[in-house]
């Protein structure tokens, strides 16, 4: 029995006989992360059968649920029509309280985004990159390695590497572009890696290799 796709997982394909073009073509509305060659490698958040035709061939991607039948089972009582009516007699109060705490979230979440704002529009990207490297997150510091050095990337030499297009570019070597899927490896799946420190210590050797470079542009 094949192992099991979930939603977002990493998919790689190689088809022969067939060009980069084609298997972009074929698989366009997929999340492409990589395609070169006879390969790619994409993602998919749709769940079920994913049917896609090449060259006359039929390729079903058959994508499962993270959801277990328990998670499923909260949705079932809705079925019955007993079951459809909420009775609650504190429900006006609960539900203007939630609209009040709504609103007070909501006017907090706009105050923070606009300081963020002005403190990302107020340091240059090399600063805003060290500062994100120096203070990471426990929890989702690969997604804030991965972003950091990618923002600094695109603007030392205009590429694209915040849309996943990778390349080897100046001082951009392959084995940081392996480092950087590594990164993806860990935002994309359930899995975290717990070594913080020898990650963050990598971020820090590909940065310094792009702060020297910043010295010229």
Do not use: W
């Not at 949705?75 to 429900?91: A, R, T």
């Not at 600094?152 to 390349?167: A, E, H, V």
């Amino acid at each position: 029995m094949s192992k099991p796709i979930y939603i977002g997982d990493k998919i790689n394909l190689k088809i022969d006989n067939t060009t980069q073009d084609e298997l972009q073509n074929a698989f366009k509305d997929f999340h492409i992360d990589k395609a070169q060659d006879e390969k790619i490698t994409l993602r998919s958040f749709k769940v079920g059968d994913n049917i896609v035709d090449l060259k006359n061939n039929e390729i079903n991607l058959k994508i499962t649920s993270t959801l277990s039948p328990e998670d499923k089972n909260i949705f079932l009582n809705l079925s019955n029509g007993k079951d459809q009516v909420v009775k609650n007699p504190s429900f006006p109060f609960i539900f203007l309280l939630g609209i009040f705490i709504f609103i007070i979230s909501f006017v907090g979440l706009i105050k923070n985004l606009i300081k963020k704002s002005k403190l990302k529009n107020n340091i240059s990207p090399k600063e805003r990159c060290k500062n994100i490297l120096e203070n990471l997150d426990d929890r989702n510091f690969p997604f804030e390695i991965s972003t950091a050095l990618r923002e600094y990337i695109d603007y030392l030499y205009n590429t694209k590497f915040l849309s996943g297009d990778y390349s080897e570019i100046n001082s951009i070597s392959s084995s940081d572009i392996e480092f950087l899927y590594s990164l993806d490896f860990y935002k994309f799946s359930n899995k975290q890696s717990d070594d913080k420190i020898k990650l963050q210590k990598r971020g820090f050797e590909i940065f310094n290799k792009l702060k020297e470079e910043d010295k010229d542009v």
